[in-house]
C-alpha cells in the first residue's frame, strides 16, 4: 500500500515570496490533517479536512496560509506572503476517518525562509 | 486546553540498557494518548496508542507504556535498547474521542551508544 505522498521534499524561498506543498492521501482516506513542525517542537496541526469539507482551521493563521482539498483527495497548503518564522516542516497525514483510525504521516516538505 | 510535557529534550543510553522516555499530561477529559517516533528526515510512526482498558499498552519495536491517571504521566519504556531506536519520540495527546486533533510534546531524543 502506497503511503502519504508529498511533494516537494525540499523548498528555499525568500521572505514575501509565495509557496505551495502538495499532498496526496492513502488512497480511501477521508480525513486528511496538515501539520507544521518547527525545529525543536513537535507538530501542531494546521487543518483538518473530512473528504473536501474543513473540520478544524482554527490554529491556520488565515492572513498568509490557505489550504484546500476540492476534490477530496490531494490537498495542497499554500503561503503568502511567507515570513522568516514559517521556516519549518509541514507534515501531511490521513486517516480513514476521524474517529479511532490511525493518521499515517508523510515525510514532510521542509521549507527554509531566508 | 490538553497538553503533553516531555522531561528531557535528550536521552542516552548504551545498546543493551533500558529506555524510559517521560511523558506527562494535562486533560480535562479522560485521554487518549500516544506515542509516536520519528526517524530523520521521516514522517511519524506511531509507535503505540492507549485509549481506553487495559493501562499497560504494547506497541511495535518492543516498545511498551503505561497510563497512570493519577500520576497523570504515560511514560515510554524498552527494556532493551538497539541501536536502531535511535530517533525522535514524541508523545501526544487528543483534544477529542480519537486520532483528531493530536497535541504533541517537544519531543525526545533518543541516543544509543555501543
Known amino acids: 500500500e502506497a503511503g502519504v505522498a508529498q511533494s516537494p521534499r525540499y523548498k528555499i524561498i525568500e521572505k514575501r515570496q509565495s509557496v505551495a506543498f502538495w499532498c496526496n492521501p492513502i488512497?480511501?482516506?477521508?480525513?486528511l490533517y496538515w501539520y507544521q513542525q518547527i525545529l525543536g517542537q513537535g507538530p501542531k496541526l494546521l487543518i483538518q479536512f473530512q473528504n473536501n469539507g474543513v473540520v478544524d482551521d482554527s490554529q491556520l493563521p488565515k492572513d498568509r496560509f490557505s489550504a484546500e482539498r476540492l476534490k477530496g483527495v490531494d490537498s495542497t497548503l499554500k503561503i503568502q506572503p511567507a515570513k522568516l518564522e514559517d521556516s519549518a516542516v509541514y507534515l501531511c497525514?490521513?486517516?480513514?476517518?476521524?474517529?479511532?483510525?490511525?493518521?499515517?504521516f508523510g515525510q514532510g516538505t521542509r521549507l527554509t525562509v531566508v | 486546553a490538553q497538553s503533553v510535557t516531555q522531561l528531557g529534550s535528550h536521552v542516552s543510553v548504551s545498546e543493551g540498557a533500558l529506555v524510559l522516555l517521560r511523558c506527562n499530561y494535562s486533560?480535562?477529559?479522560?485521554?487518549?494518548l500516544f506515542w509516536y517516533v520519528q526517524y530523520p528526515n521521516q514522517g511519524l510512526q506511531l509507535l503505540l496508542k492507549?485509549?481506553?482498558?487495559?493501562?499497560l499498552v504494547k506497541g511495535i519495536n518492543g516498545f511498551e507504556a503505561e497510563f497512570k491517571k493519577s500520576e497523570t504521566s504515560f511514560h515510554l519504556t524498552k527494556p532493551s535498547a538497539h541501536m536502531s531506536d535511535a530517533a525522535e519520540y514524541f508523545c501526544?495527546?487528543?483534544?477529542?474521542?480519537?486520532?483528531?486533533?493530536?497535541?504533541f510534546g517537544t519531543g525526545t531524543r533518543l541516543l544509543v551508544s555501543p
Open positions: 492507549y485509549t481506553t482498558g487495559a493501562t
Open positions: 501526544a495527546v487528543s483534544e477529542g474521542t480519537g486520532f483528531q486533533k493530536l497535541v
Open positions: 486533560s480535562s477529559v479522560p485521554p487518549y
Open positions: 488512497s480511501g482516506h477521508a480525513t
Open positions: 497525514a490521513s486517516s480513514v476517518t476521524l474517529q479511532n483510525t490511525e493518521a499515517f
